[in-house]
């Protein structure tokens, strides 16, 4: 089985700065790692994801990740934060064998940019 | 492309009555479904996950019979909650998978009810 932890459950930042978003990880196999984001009242929107090869994966909006595996980390990153990016994030792990690949979710990190 | 889609986006129903919620692969065939309820601030758990013909599987805690699941296509499940209550009252939200390369699960847009 695989679990998922997010060290912060709200981060505040000032537009223009640069923010990181913490996940570490637990699997006793190999993983897939996802990073979604998930507006009010919506679903979940894929940011980027980390299948095999570079460790440093680039999505959508300017974000990036960095895939540790002797951290088992996977730290989202974004350099310059717009008022936009205000939403929760949510670290995903899923295990690489198999048929069914399951989601285990992180419990989130509500992102707040502030003017 | 990958969009899915659930219906109704919010509903409202009585204690006891039964709702259904369609989720549906608009552009892609999903052998593999899933079926999520993420109560306010917190992450999303698991319900069941089901493909397409066969029975739906239920994660531990999960009433089967409370939360009906049905995969009849490769593009529609719906999930009806019996009998609802009103600590039924959640945000749902499906996912889809087409199975290849890697079965990523595309989300719909959830769905939310309230049970008064």
């Known amino acids: 089985a695989q679990s998922v932890t997010q060290l912060d459950s709200q981060v505040p930042v000032f537009e223009e700065a640069p923010v990181e978003l913490r996940c570490n990880y637990s699997?006793?196999?190999?993983?897939?790692l996802f990073w979604y984001v998930q507006y009010p009242n919506q679903g979940l929107q894929l940011l980027l994801k980390?299948?095999?090869?570079?460790?440093l994966v680039k999505g959508i909006n300017g974000f990036e990740a960095e895939f540790n595996k002797s951290q088992t980390s996977f730290h989202l990153r974004k350099p310059s934060v717009h008022i936009s990016d205000t939403a929760e994030y949510f670290c995903?792990?899923?295990?690489?064998?198999?048929?069914?690949?399951?989601?285990?979710f992180g419990k989130g990190t509500l992102l707040t940019v502030n003017p | 492309g990958a969009v899915v889609s659930q219906h109704p986006s919010r509903v409202i129903c009585k204690s006891g009555t039964s709702v259904k919620i369609e989720c549906r692969s608009l552009?892609?065939?999903?052998?593999?479904m899933f079926w999520y309820r993420q109560f306010p601030k917190q992450s999303l758990m698991l319900m069941a996950t089901?493909?397409?013909?066969?029975?739906?599987?239920?994660e531990q805690g999960v009433e089967k019979d409370k939360f009906l699941i049905n995969h009849a296509s490769l593009t529609l499940s719906t999930l009806t909650v019996t009998s609802a209550h009103p600590e039924d009252s959640s945000f749902y939200i499906c996912?889809?998978?087409?199975?290849?390369?890697?079965?990523?699960?595309?989300f719909g847009p959830g769905t939310r009810l309230t049970v008064l």
């Open positions: 996912s889809a998978s087409a199975g290849v390369p890697y079965n990523e699960q595309f």
């Open positions: 699997s006793s196999v190999s993983v897939y």
């Open positions: 980390y299948l095999s090869g570079s460790t």
């Open positions: 995903a792990v899923s295990a690489s064998g198999g048929s069914n690949y399951k989601l285990t």
């Open positions: 552009d892609f065939q999903a052998t593999t």
């Open positions: 089901s493909n397409e013909g066969s029975k739906a599987t239920y």
